[in-house]
């Protein structure tokens, strides 16, 4: 059983930065591929990022490659998202979730996560 807490969302105007935060419980952190989605308003859920479990490989979306790092602190069971120079469009509910099951590597999609947060708010404003 995996359980995340999302923090670190908030409003920000554009240019800003964010670091959102995911902590972890209840599973094998260190060896679980992590991800991180986000959902605005009337779109579908899309992947944004996320690292691997066995490798330590991490994965963008081309929406926010170059602004955007993930990484992760084992020894906190914390997978981290600094998001800079933040844009309106980046406004949407940010989502964590853990693969869940040892071995499985890197993923896009949604489907492929077995455990979520309940969610964070980034809103940029213009």
């Known amino acids: 059983q995996v359980q995340l807490v999302e923090s670190g969302g908030g409003s920000v105007q554009a240019g800003g930065s964010l670091r959102l935060s995911c902590a972890a419980s209840?599973?094998?952190?260190?060896?679980?591929?992590m991800g991180w989605f986000r959902q605005a308003p009337g779109k579908e859920r899309e992947f944004v990022s996320a690292?691997?479990?066995?490798?330590?490989?991490?994965s963008y979306a081309e929406s926010v490659q170059g602004r955007s790092t993930i990484s992760r602190d084992n020894a906190k069971t914390t997978v981290y998202l600094q998001m800079n120079s933040l844009k309106p469009e980046d406004t949407a509910v940010y989502y964590c979730?853990?693969?869940?099951?040892?071995?499985?590597?890197?993923?896009?999609?949604?489907?492929?996560?077995?455990?979520w947060g309940q969610g964070t708010q980034v809103t940029v404003s213009s």
């Open positions: 979730a853990s693969r869940g099951v040892i071995g499985y590597g890197l993923a896009v999609s949604a489907r492929a996560y077995a455990y």
């Open positions: 209840g599973g094998t952190f260190s060896r679980l591929t």
């Open positions: 690292i691997s479990g066995r490798d330590d490989s991490t």
